[in-house]
């Protein structure tokens, strides 16, 4: 089966909760008194995808803004970006979009973009309506789901979402060196919620 090896990178706000769903994604752990993170951070996790084994090399950026000059580090060569907000704080939906025009503006051209809505165990307090986040997810061709670290909801939906968006290896493309060839499958907006 062949491996294939996507960069991936977390953006969006701090406090979204951008580490707690990598943590929860690849270790299946959630913690209350998660740090921020300074920099960034990198974990790996490995998944079935169709004949494919997707390797995720996911790249967990820190949301404070002093931060946010090294982000184009972990953006460029990416397949894909999850761009988190906090359904419970509308700002932080403003900053996603601000992420998604960089992202447009600088980041590479085929990257699939993933929108995660967190914390929507919370959803009593919610700020941002699922049908806002639907409808800006459509306008940019994005997956939209929104995700508990918390409670472990629609986490790994997310990021079989984005395996979903990457098309399967073709033999022809595919090198000697082993480069492959990555890019967006569909630009259809898919949804869930929790
Ligand atoms: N209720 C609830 N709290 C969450 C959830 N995910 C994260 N949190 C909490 O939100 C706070 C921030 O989580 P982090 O994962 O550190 O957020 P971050 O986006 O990585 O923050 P930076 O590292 O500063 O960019 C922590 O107190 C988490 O425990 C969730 O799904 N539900």
């Known amino acids: 089966m062949a491996i294939r090896e996507l960069k991936v990178c977390l953006l969006g706000d701090t406090g979204v909760g951008k580490s707690s769903i990598v943590s929860r994604f690849v270790q299946d752990h959630f913690d209350h008194n998660i740090s921020p993170t300074i920099g960034a951070s990198f974990m790996t996790k490995t998944v079935p995808s169709g004949n494919e084994l997707h390797k995720f090399l996911i790249w967990d950026t820190a949301g404070q803004e002093r931060f946010h000059s090294l982000a184009p580090m972990y953006y460029r060569g990416s397949a894909a970006a999850v761009i988190v907000y906090d359904i419970t704080k509308q700002d932080t939906f403003h900053t996603l ?10 980041g590479p051209e085929n990257i699939v ?30 997956i939209v789901v929104e995700t508990s670290a918390k409670n472990a909801i629609n986490v790994e939906e997310l990021f079989q979402g984005i395996s979903r968006r990457i098309p399967p290896l073709d033999p022809h493309e595919n090198g000697s060196n082993g480069a492959m060839k990555l890019g967006r499958q569909s630009f259809q907006s898919t949804t869930r919620c929790c």
């Open 97 to 106: 979009k601000k992420w998604v025009k960089e992202l447009k503006e600088h």
């Open 113 to 142: 973009m993933a929108i995660a809505g967190n914390k929507c165990d919370l959803s009593d307090t919610r700020e941002v309506t699922m049908k806002d986040a639907r409808e800006y997810a459509e306008s940019i061709g994005a």
